[in-house]
């Protein structure tokens, strides 16, 4: 599956911006697809996953409350919202696939997209 992302951009902080995933194909019954982030410096992290199947979502807790997973089945799309967005926010967004949510959640899965740069000023 290719996964391609969208929607980054430079924002004031307190801002949103609503990253997209469009993967090229997926069996919703068995997929998920997740929203890893990684700044200068710093190691990649988990943000959000979501079922495609059941809708089960996992947020990290630095973005709970601010950021929500959504999908699309129709459009094999993804989309992560994003709310009173922070400084600390910045970074290359990754959209992450596989078939088994836990191992989404943990990074671990084939299906990578290249990323989408979201820059928030103070």
């Known amino acids: 599956v290719q996964l391609v992302e969208s929607g980054g951009g430079l924002v004031q902080a307190g801002g949103s911006l609503r990253l997209s995933c469009a993967a090229s194909?997926?069996?919703?019954?068995?997929?998920?697809i997740g929203w890893f982030r990684q700044a200068p410096g710093k190691e990649r992290e988990a943000v959000s996953t979501?079922?495609?199947?059941?809708?089960?979502?996992y947020y990290a807790d630095s973005v709970k409350g601010r950021f929500t997973i959504s999908s699309d089945n129709a459009k094999n799309t993804v989309y992560l919202q994003m709310d009173n967005l922070k400084p600390e926010d910045t970074a290359v967004y990754y959209c992450h696939g596989d078939r088994s949510f836990p191992v989404v959640v943990a990074g671990w899965g084939a299906d990578w997209g290249k990323g989408t740069l979201v820059t928030v000023s103070s």
């Open positions: 979501i079922s495609t199947y059941d809708g089960t979502t």
């Open positions: 194909a997926f069996t919703p019954d068995e997929y998920a």
